[in-house]
């Protein structure tokens, strides 16, 4: 979502079907390949934060005005561990991620009431998906997909993968009424990840 025509035609077409517009979850993103940053490629840099922080910028600018006519509204941004500690292979995602937390951050006392980061753990690490994997088609190739994120995901302190709905909850209850008043706050989803982070160990 990083073109904004397409984005206020989102917006506006959920408002129509719904009547209102009372959460935000910014949730699309890429993870830009791996390269050090002398390595990478200037259309995959643009491309990454053209689709991780200028999209949740969008999304935001577009759905703010009708979160703000709600008595009670969220956005829920979608972070990443790689936005807080960083990794020498990812200079794009990293970049765009923690443009994503520091956003939040500017973002409560000006805006939506409560806005949240939720950071899962890196690209590769933790949360098993579809895309994250991705999506080898014959089997062995996903099991060689599996087994490499098996072993990245060891490194962390709680020792496996998290499963995508152990995010989804954490995201529902930053948008529910029980997180009425958290705002501004980034919440990490990520095994341990950010505590003791141990990559390359």
Not at 107 to 132: C, K, L, N, Q
Not at 175 to 180: C, Y
Request: proline share 5%.
């Amino acid at each position: 979502m990083a073109e904004a025509e397409q984005v206020t035609a989102l917006v506006n077409g959920a408002v129509a079907d719904f009547g209102q517009l009372d959460v935000l979850v910014n949730d699309a993103g890429i993870s830009g390949g791996s390269r050090r940053l002398h390595e990478l490629d200037i259309d995959a840099w643009d491309r990454t934060i053209a689709v991780n922080l200028r999209g949740t910028f969008l999304c935001a600018r577009a759905a703010i005005p009708h979160l703000l006519r709600r008595p009670r509204s969220a956005m829920v941004n979608i972070a990443s561990t790689y936005g807080i500690i960083g990794a020498p292979m990812a200079p794009s995602y990293c970049a765009s991620k923690g443009g994503i937390v520091n956003l939040t951050d500017s973002w409560p006392s000006t805006t939506v009431p409560t806005v949240f980061a939720s950071t899962p753990s890196a690209p590769g690490t933790s949360t098993r998906t579809w895309a994250a994997e991705g999506h080898p088609c014959l089997p062995a190739e996903r099991a060689a997909a599996q087994a490499r994120r098996e072993a990245n995901a060891a490194l962390q302190p709680i020792g496996r993968q998290a499963q995508a709905r152990e995010v989804a909850r954490v995201a529902t209850f930053l948008a529910s009424d029980e997180a009425s008043f958290m705002t501004g706050s980034i919440v990490t989803v990520d095994g341990g990840c950010t505590a003791t982070f141990r990559h390359g160990s």
